[in-house]
C-alpha cells in the first residue's frame, strides 16, 4: 500500500501521546527534543548512565546548531527526560521511536544492526501496553520485516500484555540543520502495516503536516529504500562533478562555471554539483557500502555496481589533495616538473612526495566533514591532514568544532584553537571544510602571517582572484594548476 498525501491531522480530541526515543546519539537526542518542542512528554532512553545524566543536566556530547537550546529548555520544563531502564519506557510511552547506531561493520561494507536489534529485543520485553514501536535507524532493505518476526516471537515468549506493531520512519537530518529538518521536514515516510499505525503516526506529526508537509505512507521495504536511495543519489551527484573535476585539472577549464552550466537544467539542478575533496561523514559513505552488500546478498551484485566507483572517485580525491600540495610547495621552491615528477603522494605518498613535503608547515583548515558539524567520521579533510602528517609535514590543524573530535582518533596531529595560529608561520594553506571564518578571509591579512604565500581551495570557496593580487600561489579542486609547465592556471 503507498499513498501520498498532505494538510491532514489527527483529529485533536485524540489524548496527548506520550513518546519515548531509545538510543540518544545524534539521531535521537534531536528527535527527543524536537518532540518535546512539538508539544509531546518524551523520555529518552540510552544505556549509557554518563551520557544520560549529560542530558539529563542539559550537555550535549555534540554540536548542533540550535539543539543546546531546545534541550535545555525541555530538560527544565520537565517535558524531556533521560532513563537508563526499559522497563520505565516500556510501561509509560504509547510511540517508541528507535534512533540507535546502524555502523559499517569493521572490515566490512555492511551495516552492522546489532543495536537496532537490541533495542527492539528489549522494548518487547518490557512494554505492557499497546504500543508502537517506529524505527529511524538507516537499515538494509528487509531488516524491519526481520525485526517484526523478532518482535512477535519475543513478545509470544514473555506473555506480556498489549499490541505492539512495527513501523518504518526513516531520518533525513543533514547535519547542520537538524532541528529544522526535523521540527519542517520536507517529506515525511512511513512503512506501516495498519491504519491504526499510520493514524499514531500522523497524530505525531500533526504540526508539520498541518503545513503542507507531504505525507508518505508505504510499505516496510519502501520506507527503508528511501533513505539509501537518497543518499545515493546525492553521493553520485557529488562523484559526478569530482569526476569532472579531474578533467579539467588535466585540459584545463572552469569546474565551477561547468557545474552552473548543466545545473540550469531543472532535470539536474545545482546542489551538490559542487567540485570539492568529496563526501564523509557518519551517512553517505557507509551507506552506499551498505547498499552495496545488501544488494549482493540478493544475488544483484550487477546493479548497483557504478556505486564501487562513486566510492572510489570520492576516495581518489583525498590523494587529489595531498598530490596537488607536493605541486604547490615543489613549485615555491622552484621545481615545476608537474605530478609525474613527484611519483603521485596518495595514500601511500612517494619518496619524492615525502622529500617535498617533510618539514614543512601546513596549515589545515577545517577537518569535520561538512561545516556547522563537529562531526570527523570518514572525513575527507582529517583524512588529508593525516596524510599530510604521515607524509612528513608539520600540520597546524583548526576546525571551530572538530578539533576535539579530531584528536580523539589521530592524536599525534597538531591541533590549535584559533585560525591565527594555524596560519602562522605556514609554508602552505588547505582548506578543507568550508567554515565561513575560512571563506571571509583578507587575504592581505593571511599573507602577513603565513611564512610562503600558497593556498589550495579544497572546496572552491574562495575568489582567486583576490587570493592572486595578494600574492599568493592559488590551486583549487577542479583547476589546473598553474604552476605545471603545460601552461597557466584556468582560475
Known amino acids: 500500500?503507498?499513498?501520498?498525501?498532505?494538510?491532514?491531522?489527527?483529529?485533536?480530541?485524540?489524548?496527548?501521546?506520550?513518546?519515548?526515543?531509545?538510543?540518544?546519539?545524534?539521531?535521537?537526542?534531536?528527535?527527543?527534543?524536537?518532540?518535546?518542542?512539538?508539544?509531546?512528554?518524551?523520555?529518552?532512553?540510552?544505556?549509557?548512565?554518563a551520557k544520560v545524566e549529560a542530558l539529563s543536566r542539559g550537555e550535549l556530547p555534540f554540536h548542533e546548531p540550535g539543539l543546546p537550546e531546545l534541550l535545555i529548555k525541555h530538560v527544565q520544563s520537565g517535558r524531556l527526560r533521560f532513563t537508563t531502564s526499559y522497563e520505565d519506557v516500556g510501561a509509560w510511552a504509547d510511540v517508541h521511536f528507535i534512533g540507535?547506531?546502524?555502523?559499517?561493520?569493521?572490515?566490512?561494507s555492511a551495516?552492522?544492526?546489532?543495536?537496532?536489534?537490541?533495542?527492539?529485543?528489549?522494548?518487547?520485553?518490557?512494554?505492557?501496553?499497546?504500543a508502537l514501536i517506529v524505527g529511524k535507524s538507516t537499515v538494509p532493505v528487509g531488516t524491519a520485516t526481520t525485526l517484526k518476526d523478532l518482535l512477535?516471537?519475543?513478545?509470544?515468549?514473555?506473555?506480556?500484555?498489549?499490541?505492539?506493531?512495527?513501523?518504518?520512519?526513516?531520518?533525513?537530518?543533514?547535519?547542520?540543520?537538524?532541528?529544522?529538518d526535523t521540527l519542517t521536514p520536507d517529506r515525511l515516510?512511513?512503512?506501516?502495516?495498519?491504519?491504526?499505525?499510520?493514524?499514531?503516526?500522523?497524530?505525531?506529526?500533526?504540526?508539520?503536516?498541518?503545513?503542507?508537509?507531504?505525507?508518505?505512507?508505504?510499505?516496510?521495504?519502501?520506507?527503508?529504500?528511501?533513505?539509501?536511495?537518497?543518499?545515493?543519489?546525492l553521493a553520485t551527484k557529488i562523484s559526478f562533478i569530482n569526476a569532472f573535476s579531474e578533467i579539467t585539472e588535466t585540459v584545463g577549464g572552469d569546474i565551477g562555471t561547468l557545474a552552473d552550466a548543466i545545473g540550469h537544467d531543472p532535470r539536474?539542478?545545482?546542489?551538490?554539483?559542487?567540485?570539492?575533496?568529496?563526501?564523509?561523514?557518519?551517512?553517505?559513505?557507509?551507506?552506499i557500502r551498505a547498499l552495496q552488500a545488501?544488494?549482493?546478498?540478493?544475488?544483484?551484485?550487477?546493479?548497483?555496481?557504478?556505486?564501487?566507483?562513486?566510492?572510489?572517485?570520492?576516495?581518489?580525491?583525498?590523494?587529489?589533495?595531498?598530490?596537488?600540495?607536493?605541486?604547490?610547495?615543489?613549485?615555491?621552491?622552484?621545481?615545476?616538473?608537474?605530478?609525474?615528477?613527484?611519483?603521485?603522494?596518495?595514500?601511500?605518498?612517494s619518496p619524492a612526495a615525502v622529500e617535498v613535503l617533510h618539514g614543512r608547515k601546513i596549515a589545515i583548515l577545517g577537518v569535520a566533514f561538512k561545516p556547522h558539524s563537529d562531526d570527523v567520521r570518514d572525513s575527507p579533510a582529517l583524512d588529508v591532514a593525516n596524510r599530510l602528517y604521515t607524509a612528513g609535514a608539520d600540520v597546524a590543524v583548526y576546525d571551530p568544532q572538530g578539533n576535539a573530535n579530531a584528536a580523539k582518533r589521530f592524536p599525534?596531529?597538531?591541533?590549535?584553537?584559533?585560525?591565527?595560529?594555524?596560519?602562522?608561520?605556514?609554508?602552505?594553506?588547505?582548506?578543507?571544510?568550508?567554515?565561513?571564518?575560512?571563506?571571509?578571509?583578507?587575504?592581505?591579512?593571511?599573507a602577513r602571517l603565513v611564512d610562503r604565500p600558497n593556498i589550495i581551495d579544497a572546496r572552491n570557496v574562495l575568489n582567486p582572484a583576490a587570493w592572486i593580487e595578494a600574492g599568493f600561489t592559488h590551486a583549487a579542486l577542479g583547476h589546473r594548476f598553474r604552476g605545471l609547465a603545460q601552461g597557466p592556471a584556468d582560475a
Request: aromatic share 6%; glycine share 10%; hydrophobic share 45%.
Open 294 to 349: 545488501r544488494v549482493s546478498e540478493l544475488g544483484l551484485d550487477r546493479t548497483m555496481r557504478f556505486l564501487a566507483e562513486m566510492d572510489d572517485i570520492n576516495l581518489r580525491r583525498r590523494d587529489r589533495v595531498v598530490d596537488l600540495a607536493v605541486q604547490v610547495l615543489a613549485h615555491d621552491r622552484g621545481d615545476a616538473t608537474g605530478p609525474a615528477g613527484h611519483g603521485g603522494a596518495g595514500a601511500v605518498p
Open 412 to 446: 599525534r596531529l597538531g591541533y590549535v584553537d584559533t585560525l591565527a595560529k594555524a596560519i602562522v608561520g605556514a609554508d602552505l594553506i588547505v582548506l578543507l571544510t568550508e567554515w565561513d571564518e575560512f571563506k571571509t578571509m583578507d587575504p592581505h591579512d593571511v
Open 111 to 130: 551495516a552492522d544492526l546489532r543495536y537496532v536489534e537490541a533495542a527492539v529485543r528489549s522494548l518487547a520485553e518490557h512494554i505492557t501496553r499497546d
Open 189 to 233: 515516510v512511513v512503512g506501516v502495516e495498519s491504519e491504526h499505525a499510520e493514524n499514531l503516526l500522523r497524530q505525531v506529526y500533526a504540526q508539520p503536516l498541518a503545513t503542507g508537509t507531504p505525507w508518505i505512507s508505504t510499505d516496510f521495504a519502501t520506507a527503508e529504500l528511501v533513505k539509501v536511495a537518497a543518499n545515493a543519489f
Open 152 to 180: 512477535a516471537t519475543t513478545r509470544a515468549t514473555a506473555s506480556l500484555p498489549g499490541t505492539v506493531e512495527l513501523a518504518w520512519n526513516p531520518e533525513f537530518l543533514r547535519e547542520g540543520y537538524a532541528v529544522k
Open 1 to 49: 500500500m503507498t499513498s501520498v498525501a498532505s494538510n491532514q491531522s489527527a483529529s485533536s480530541t485524540v489524548a496527548p501521546l506520550r513518546i519515548s526515543v531509545v538510543g540518544t546519539g545524534y539521531l535521537g537526542a534531536t528527535h527527543a527534543a524536537c518532540m518535546a518542542e512539538l508539544g509531546f512528554e518524551v523520555l529518552g532512553l540510552d544505556v549509557d548512565p
Open 268 to 287: 539536474i539542478g545545482r546542489k551538490f554539483l559542487n567540485a570539492g575533496v568529496g563526501f564523509g561523514g557518519g551517512c553517505l559513505p557507509k551507506d
Open 100 to 108: 540507535v547506531g546502524t555502523p559499517q561493520k569493521p572490515g566490512e
